[in-house]
């Protein structure tokens, strides 16, 4: 053979390797949820308005 | 430090074992403390009785919601996760003394929290929605209890991490092992989430933060509370795989395939806590659906390749043990003395049937409009938490029962008959209180009449019937649940020692032997019942959206 | 095996036919409902899709108020009652135990519900429709609803607000026409207001109105947790012949003797601290945060608790 690839060094493929690595799923795992549920989330409760003038001035003066 | 165990092969640490004991057995004194309140809950809400008083109905509801759905499941899966990496790859505990921290401190948190809530000290439900205020020592006691289990998921890393660097299993986890990483990592997202949100909360509740935002809570509150059904679910899903290959020898029929679906849940099951924000005023339609959906119900796909997965790794083993014959011989022959194996079977069942077609379909943004609040609710969750988890955790118990508390099961032919009385008994409850739900029953609400309001309203007159049935399962599955505690107790105290394979009740199977090279389909018995739940789903399906388009318009 | 190492070759093993197959049925059905969800928003008349404003519960409460005292046309059972032109804003109020105003809506038509908690977290629920939704302090959940039918339908409460939580119930009734306002006996209303911000806001009630709406808040804010109107008095003075009566209280460490008039309710309710009635120092009255309506109905309701 050509090549100097160590016998351990057998190629895994890319999918395979995401699936046993349990450290990078965590990381992926929190990752996603705290974006889209959590932040996401937060940030459309922290961006509301307040109840239009309009409105207001129709019952209170 | 270690022990072979001569019936299975495994080499257990027995400082692990002891863990493992320990937390099982607080998992099951939650579970009587659970199901002594769901019984008073039951003959409350059925009004002919109307057991309890206002003030004490309210109180267990927040009792028998932290009891069953946090402790009896949190303890239990503990010991699960003690055992999915220590004893299933064959290598020791990391650190036992902070094992034992953490189940103290988890205890604690039991103990404290139930005696201020027996105390009238916290009568704001599990979900304990801001303004509702606690004292303070509620909110401690769950945060001590959430710190234990998250030492025992970091000590459930720790343990994988030695093994892979030991190298005491191949290259990749067994699949049960890799079923229970799924649920630690959800774990992680729950009980971080938890800090985040019962940290600030406690200090609400001595006075050191002035406010706590109602909508915030609730948004966070829900990343702690339903992701920690998620970990239910996936802890559940491992253990049918387990029984599987006990009862009869079978695995999953293409691992890449049932580890793809393991997968998919730690990515996005955690984002279907939003269908508990669906009718809420604040997030956005555009939040709701994607998260409601797990993202495009990816993770929905996965628990669908895990029902078809599951049976028919039962399928695939019997047929290669010869119960080939016609498309169901394979499930007529197989070991239904078993209580293990029917406990399994039945959750099965009734997380797909009952629990999987609701929770789907009442977290579509809109069809939740006709559902949220509603006694529809606990319904649906009595058929995923509690037909499926408790069920499959009860199941498993009676292998746990002898291998690792090395006991005989005392009053086998109960054993035998315990799951199904369970399953009629939940199933009974469960679809009751679905029925009930979608007429508008409310929950969490302790008088069906409105009594001293300034109006009254009177339910359809069919509820009467609902209800009636709702406390017949209630009583069945109380029944169940009380002889399957008396079971689990005598044996583990008073039981005969289990001295090797002579004095096991259940049988250990063999690997099932390997496939011939065959074409056609692997599991056509496994393919008919998938397609008979299609069929149930799509018609409730239909149902529900046609019963939404009924009601007034809203947007 | 799944409690064992995965056999050799597990990565790379075919799906059969059987498993593919069902994995594209799956996959179509997950697709399938992620579009659906979208497209009801199209093509669907109920979405709870909202505008949502932060306000403040001291904001909502006020508008609340104004608006039942400007579009108030009776009271039913203590409860007042407005009637709402189409597509105007309606201000429906949540707080421990009740839901205000009674709604008198025509079918068909659209209405922008505004609405609100004063205290805690409370769950909107209309019966028999069954549409339920989640209302928040802080939070003016503004939903567009358009009744389909009409007959007399109830609010209930479906989520837990305290001991009062099943006593919350309140009503919306739908018409076609006027006549229909004679099967829910509220024929003898006045006619809707307008939404003219000219009109006059007050609306005269009657003795007998007021000191009804008096006993519902007597009931519903929780008075009658201490106050009996039996004549027993163990925690607090029963009202029963309380308006007239004269008092022996405590101020400042002094004894003195006060008539129960309606100056004196009105701070006693406000400040309870300032006087406190013998015989009842150990049982000190909290504060209840009632309005000024809500504190002259109470007095209309004690005046007629006589002996």
Do not use: C
């Given at each position: 053979m050509e090549n100097e690839q160590q016998p351990e060094s057998k190629k895994v493929p890319f999918y395979r390797m995401i699936m046993d690595d349990f450290m990078l799923l965590l990381f992926l795992g929190v990752t996603i949820y705290a974006v889209f549920y959590l932040l996401w989330g937060v940030m459309e409760l922290s961006n509301l308005p307040s109840i239009p003038e309009e409105i207001k001035n129709n019952l209170i003066k | 430090m270690f022990r072979t165990c001569d019936i299975t092969g495994f080499k257990v640490d027995l400082r692990s074992e002891k863990l493992i004991r320990a937390n099982a057995v607080f998992a099951v004194i939650s579970l009587l403390l659970a199901v002594v309140a769901a019984i008073l809950l039951v003959f409350t809400r059925y009004q002919p009785v109307h057991l309890l008083g206002a003030e004490w109905y309210y109180r267990l509801v927040t009792f028998h919601g932290l009891n069953a759905l946090i402790f009896w499941i949190i303890f239990f899966e503990v010991a699960g996760l003690y055992f999915g990496s220590t004893v299933i790859l064959n290598t020791r505990f990391c650190a036992p003394k902070l094992g034992w921290f953490g189940f103290a401190l988890m205890v604690a948190g039991l103990v404290l929290s139930n005696v201020i809530i027996l105390m009238g000290k916290a009568d704001v439900m599990l979900t304990s929605y801001t303004p509702l205020k606690a004292h303070p020592l509620y909110y401690l006691g769950i945060i001590l209890f959430a710190v234990g289990a998250l030492i025992a998921v970091i000590l459930f890393f720790g343990n994988l991490m030695i093994a892979r660097r030991e190298k005491t299993y191949g290259d990749s986890l067994p699949l049960v092992a890799y079923g229970l990483m799924t649920a630690a990592i959800i774990a992680v997202i729950t009980l971080a989430t938890g800090a985040i949100i019962y940290i600030p909360t406690f200090l609400w509740s001595l006075g050191l933060i002035q406010n706590i935002d109602p909508a915030m809570y609730k948004l966070i509150w829900w990343g702690l509370g339903h992701s920690s059904q998620q970990i239910n679910v996936a802890a559940m899903v491992s253990i049918w795989y387990m029984v599987s290959f006990l009862s009869v020898g079978g695995t999953s029929i293409n691992e890449r395939v049932s580890r793809s679906a393991f997968v998919l849940y730690i990515l996005f099951i955690c984002l279907a806590s939003a269908h508990h924000l669906l009718t809420d005023p604040g997030v956005s339609s555009a939040w709701k659906v994607w998260n409601t959906s797990y993202a495009m119900y990816l993770a929905v796909l996965a628990s669908m390749i895990h029902a078809f997965a599951v049976p028919s790794s039962f399928e695939s083993a019997q047929r290669r043990w010869g119960y080939n014959k016609g498309l169901f011989q394979w499930l007529s022959k197989a070991p239904w003395g078993n209580p293990a194996f029917s406990s399994i079977i039945l959750a099965v069942i009734g997380f797909g049937f009952i629990g999987g077609t609701t929770g789907v379909i009442f977290g579509m943004e809109q069809t939740n409009i006709i559902v949220h609040n509603t006694i529809a609710i606990p319904g649906h969750f009595?058929?995923?938490?509690?037909?499926?988890?408790?069920?499959?955790?009860?199941?498993?118990?009676?292998?746990?029962?002898?291998?690792?508390?090395?006991?005989?099961?005392?009053?086998?032919?109960?054993?035998?008959?315990?799951?199904?009385?369970?399953?009629?008994?939940?199933?009974?409850?469960?679809?009751?209180?679905?029925?009930l739900g979608q007429m508008g029953?409310?929950?969490?609400?302790?008088?069906?009449?409105?009594?001293?309001?300034?109006?009254?309203?009177?339910?359809?007159?069919?509820?009467?019937?609902?209800?009636?049935l709702m406390m017949l399962g209630g009583v069945l599955a109380f029944l169940a649940t009380v002889i399957w505690i008396l079971i689990v107790v005598v044996s583990v105290f008073f039981g005969p020692k289990v001295n090797g394979p002579a004095d096991m009740q259940l049988s250990i199977s063999p690997p099932a032997p390997a496939a011939k090279a065959h074409k056609g389909f692997e599991a056509p018995g496994t393919l008919v019942l998938t397609i008979i739940f299609l069929l149930v789903f799509m018609a409730l399906f239909f149902l529900n959206w046609k019963w939404l388009a009924a009601t007034w318009n809203v947007n | 095996m799944s409690l064992l190492s995965p056999v050799e070759g597990w990565y790379e093993k075919k799906v059969s036919k059987d498993e593919k197959m069902w994995m594209i049925i799956a996959l179509i059905l997950c697709l399938s409902m992620f579009v659906w969800m979208i497209m009801w928003h199209v093509y669907g008349k109920q979405n709870p899709s909202s505008i949502t404003y932060r306000t403040s519960t001291a904001e909502f409460g006020k508008l609340s108020e104004a608006y039942i005292k400007k579009y108030m046309i009776g009271a039913d059972n203590g409860v007042p009652v407005v009637r709402p032109e189409a597509n105007s804003e309606v201000f429906l109020l949540a707080e421990m135990w009740r839901w205000s105003p009674v709604l008198v809506l025509q079918k068909d038509q659209s209405y922008k519900?505004?609405?609100?908690?004063?205290?805690?977290?409370?769950?909107?629920?209309?019966?028999?429709?069954?549409?339920?939704?989640?209302?928040?302090?802080?939070?003016?959940?503004?939903?567009?609803f358009k009744p389909t039918e009409s007959g007399e339908f109830k609010i209930i409460c479906n989520e837990f607000c305290g001991i009062g939580h099943h006593a919350m119930i309140g009503k919306i009734v739908v018409i076609e026409k006027d006549e229909d306002l004679k099967l829910y006996g509220y024929e003898n209303f006045k006619n809707a207001a307008t939404t003219d911000s000219t009109v006059k806001n007050e609306v005269p009630l009657t003795d007998a109105e007021m000191a009804l709406m008096g006993e519902q808040v007597y009931t519903l804010k929780g008075c009658g947790a201490c106050h009996k109107i039996d004549g027993s008095s163990q925690i607090a003075p029963s009202w029963k012949g309380l308006f007239g009566k004269e008092e022996q209280v405590i101020e400042n460490g002094k004894k003195l003797s006060v008539k129960v008039d309606e100056a004196y309710i009105s701070e006693s309710i406000k400040d309870p601290s300032l006087k406190k009635t013998v015989g009842f120092e150990n049982t000190p009255m909290p504060v209840f945060p009632l309005t000024d309506d809500e504190i002259k109905q109470v007095i209309a309701y004690i005046k007629t608790l006589k002996n």
């Open positions: - | 009595k058929g995923t938490v509690v037909i499926g988890t408790t069920l499959t955790f009860m199941g498993i118990t009676y292998y746990l029962i002898p291998l690792i508390f090395r006991r005989k099961i005392v009053g086998f032919k109960w054993a035998k008959m315990q799951p199904w009385m369970f399953f009629i008994g939940i199933a009974l409850l469960s679809i009751s209180m679905i029925v029953v409310p929950r969490r609400h302790w008088d069906n009449t409105f009594s001293g309001g300034p109006f009254t309203y009177n339910f359809n007159p069919a509820v009467d019937f609902f209800w009636a | 519900f505004h609405i609100s908690s004063r205290d805690l977290v409370h769950g909107f629920s209309i019966q028999p429709v069954n549409m339920n939704f989640q209302v928040y302090p802080t939070y003016d959940y503004v939903l567009e």
